[in-house]
């Protein structure tokens, strides 16, 4: 599975931004799309998490209420509506993938280490 991220961006606090991530290769109905983000000097963070089959969203709980997962399977991409930004949103954003199925627990854990494909990356910077 190959995965590529775009729409990164710079955005002025409190603006939207809307990330998109296009998979190819093979991915499972039962596997998730995730995104997370890593700022400098930070570990990588959870952000949000779609089963393919679109059943369930899961999110990290610095963007809960303003960031919205969602998938369009017909054409195997994801994408990450950031709504309210913040400066502390500053990171390189990265959508990753498995085709493993990942019970909820897992799920909300957010762990980088369950994910077997990653994309490449986008930049989001929002100035303080």
């Known amino acids: 599975v190959q995965l590529q991220a775009s729409g990164g961006g710079l955005v002025q606090a409190g603006a939207s931004l809307r990330l998109s991530c296009a998979a190819s290769?093979?991915?499972?109905?039962?596997?998730?799309i995730a995104w997370f983000r890593q700022a400098p000097g930070k570990e990588r963070e959870f952000v949000a998490a779609l089963r393919w089959s679109g059943s369930s969203t899961y999110y990290g709980d610095s963007v809960k209420g303003r960031f919205t997962v969602s998938g369009d399977n017909a054409k195997n991409s994801a994408f990450l509506q950031m709504n309210s930004l913040k400066p502390e949103d500053t990171a390189i954003y990265y959508c990753?993938?498995?085709?493993?199925?990942?019970?909820?627990?897992?799920?909300?854990?957010?762990?980088?280490?369950?994910?077997?494909?990653w994309g490449q990356g986008t930049l989001v910077t929002v100035p303080a």
């Open positions: 290769g093979r991915t499972s109905r039962t596997g998730t």
């Open positions: 990753a993938a498995t085709n493993k199925h990942l019970i909820s627990s897992r799920l909300w854990d957010g762990s980088p280490h369950d994910y077997d494909y």
